[in-house]
């Protein structure tokens, strides 16, 4: 990941040349005044409903200042999913300024500008992508060929094609070069395509969806499906589409290291053998992967879904939802009338338009994105503030630990150990966003195409026939940054890989108060970096090893007490939301403390904006989500949160029991 993305360091000292330099300009002004903190404030409290006590329902109160875009409703759920659909937006202006500082940026930036120029009313052939779908294994409508394993083509598919429909496959770096260790986890696709089938199902137009794909794709000779069964052919999308979002929703997910010669014990009816085969006729990677070479899961009930899917379903039934899957998701691309099925009528193919082109060109380009948005909107600055902020985190954590005293000497510094070794992978490294050697890394990409689906086809078979160098294993492994926001820890890695675009406001911001940064992409890292040490992140050592735990017996029976305290709520862990903002709100002490002043703004102070903007970022469109009880559960246990909102005893929002996690 490093030869892509730069490895945020950690250390006390560049810890207060963060405080110094990031606070230089304003340490005598009263208030912060900056556009960035007059902006966040207004967020948070122009809609405010004053009506709602915050100490009895401080979510309802937060919430009342959001409202969700009317205009991508489907799919803005949160505040923070409207900031990556804002990122859409302005991604033309992105692309064109990050352009003229890295040349071979102008290769994204024309195959967005085909994508956004393409007639929604023109019908293209697709001789091209039926020609793309052979070479994966795929046809549709027709039934794909009897020879073809679902399985290679899941596999072909996540690594040669990058097209993570229902896993992701990368080869992170390994400590032994002899052995092949594979990383195999849920690819990103399973909810965009989950989600776009409930929104088709909700509408009561599955026939005529699956129609329109149809009418585009049918030839003299192709066999068209009465009603019945395409029913049948959306009942069965469901059902599997469901399944695998179950899994990859799933709040108890077992990480697991294993050889590939144990991997059929989760993945029945699968076998080993039948892994090994299919790995090695679709990865083509020397030396070839044998029985003894390791597989990194996130999760090994997800592996045993993959199975059940096996089970359930026959090589053939498998192949042509794939197929159907990879018409959904890809078709539109070649052919600009089939948006109009895609997203329901004209209007709305013309609203999604911006986000449809941007994440096609993104997951195209994934590297050269990365690096054009970096010079095109970020600076030093930013870096230095994100960087120092995520160390003053993990020195922060450190320091609470060693103060913990129901940690015996020997779990803290086991638990120190693995606390100092999290990395937060985020900045391109600097040979990354040189242009001569972007310009050598997608030479073989298309520069000039007649349509967007010209240039789509073209680079896909590009990256089928890329060496699977560190680099482009790294560029291919980037978060996407798409909703809901990839931000998540390994507990195999030890790492958190954070996508670029979150680090915008309202997360973040580089004039903003403390506040603002540790309320908001401060504790969004906190949460991650806390996960180290859940009952599941114990149970792996610094190196990435399994362990019983790394607590000893008694440290572990208080850990127990402390993690189970709110069980008698219905809620199993304190983790991770209660220690991080321990965390989070302990290191913007500590900051404040290092600078000048506080600098609230007037008529907040700086542990409200804290909450608030904590609470904010939680806030839902949707009732099927337990943000409003993250929330309570965050500030129902903090005395801190209690005296800045002045919540008497007795209160929702201050009961008498508050579990702790450090204390």
Not at 47 to 74: H, K, M, Q
Not at 242 to 265: C, E, Q, R, T
Not at 562 to 586: M, R, T
Not at 589 to 606: D, F, H, V, Y
Request: glycine share 6%; hydrophobic share 40%; proline share 5%.
């Amino acid at each position: 990941m490093v030869v892509a993305a730069a490895v945020i360091a950690v250390g006390t000292i560049a810890f207060f040349a963060f405080v110094a330099e990031v606070h230089l300009s304003i340490k005598h002004k009263k208030y912060c005044d900056s556009e960035d903190c007059l902006s966040h404030v207004d967020m948070l409290t122009a809609n405010l409903d004053g009506n709602i006590d915050p100490c009895e329902d401080f979510s309802a109160y937060v919430c009342s200042a959001w409202t969700p875009t009317a205009e991508y409703r489907e799919h803005v759920k949160t505040p923070i999913d409207g900031m990556l659909y804002a990122r859409f937006v302005g991604f033309s202006k992105m692309l064109a300024e990050g352009t003229k500082k890295l040349a071979v940026g102008d290769k994204a930036l024309a195959m967005y500008e085909s994508c956004m120029s393409s007639d929604t009313t023109k019908v293209t052939n697709l001789d091209n992508f039926r020609r793309l779908m052979k070479a994966i294994g795929l046809s549709w409508p027709e039934e794909p060929a009897a020879n073809v394993s679902a399985l290679g083509t899941l596999l072909a598919m996540a690594y040669k094609w990058q097209m993570p429909l229902w896993m992701s496959v990368a080869v992170p770096v390994t400590r032994d070069t002899e052995k092949w260790r594979l990383q195999i986890k849920p690819g990103h696709y399973i909810n965009i395509l989950r989600n776009q089938y409930e929104n088709v199902r909700s509408g009561g137009g599955y026939t005529a969806y699956w129609q329109g794909y149809y009418n585009a794709f049918r030839s003299n000779s192709t066999q068209r499906l009465d009603e019945p069964s395409i029913e049948a052919v959306a009942d069965t999308e469901g059902a599997i589409l469901g399944n695998l979002k179950s899994s990859f929703a799933s709040l108890k997910k077992i990480p697991a290291v294993m050889s590939f010669s144990s991997i059929g014990n989760y993945t029945a009816p699968l076998s080993a053998n039948a892994w090994l085969e299919q790995l090695n006729l679709h990865l083509e990677l020397t030396p070839p992967v044998l029985p003894d070479h390791q597989v990194i899961t996130s999760d090994t009930g997800f592996l045993t879904t993959i199975g059940a899917m096996f089970a359930n379903y026959t090589n053939q039934t498998i192949l042509s939802h794939l197929s159907w899957s990879f018409v959904q998701l890809y078709a539109p691309i070649s052919s600009p009338n089939l948006q109009v099925v895609r997203f329901g009528d004209p209007w709305k193919a013309q609203l999604y338009r911006p986000a449809f082109c941007a994440h096609h060109v993104e997951e195209t380009f994934k590297l050269l994105v990365f690096a054009v948005e970096y010079v095109s909107r970020l600076t030093r600055k930013d870096q230095v503030i994100v960087n120092m902020g995520y160390s003053s985190l993990i020195s922060t954590l450190l320091g609470m630990l060693n103060s913990s005293a129901w940690l015996d000497s020997e779990s803290q510094k086991l638990v120190g150990s693995k606390v100092a070794a999290v990395q937060a992978i985020l900045w391109p490294s600097s040979n990354a966003i040189v242009s001569e050697t972007l310009e050598e890394r997608y030479s073989d990409y298309p520069t000039k195409e007649e349509m967007f689906g010209d240039y789509w086809i073209s680079a896909r078979f590009a990256i089928s026939r890329h060496n699977r160098t560190d680099w482009f294993e790294a560029a291919q492994s980037l978060p996407m940054n798409v909703p809901p926001a990839e931000f998540e820890y390994d507990y195999v890695l030890n790492n958190i890989e954070i996508p670029i675009g979150i680090v915008n406001s309202p997360l973040y911001y580089r004039s903003g108060t403390r506040a603002m940064f540790y309320g908001g992409l401060g504790f969004q890292m906190a949460l991650e970096i806390l996960n180290a040490l859940d009952k599941e992140g114990i149970r792996w050592d610094s190196d990435g090893e399994p362990v019983a735990s790394i607590l000893s017996e008694g440290s572990t029976k208080t850990f127990e007490s402390k993690d189970s305290c709110l069980k008698g709520e219905g809620i199993e862990s304190i983790f991770p939301e209660i220690p991080a903002v321990e965390v989070a709100y302990s290191a913007m002490i500590r900051a404040i403390q290092s600078g000048q002043t506080a600098l609230p703004t007037e008529g907040l102070s700086e542990d409200k904006i804290f909450f608030m903007t904590i609470c904010y970022m939680m806030c839902r469109s949707t009732s099927t989500h337990d943000s409003i009880d993250t929330c309570g559960k965050i500030v129902r246990n903090s005395p801190v949160f209690q005296k800045a909102f002045m919540c008497r005893n007795g209160t929702k929002m201050n009961p008498t029991k508050k579990c702790v996690f450090f204390t």
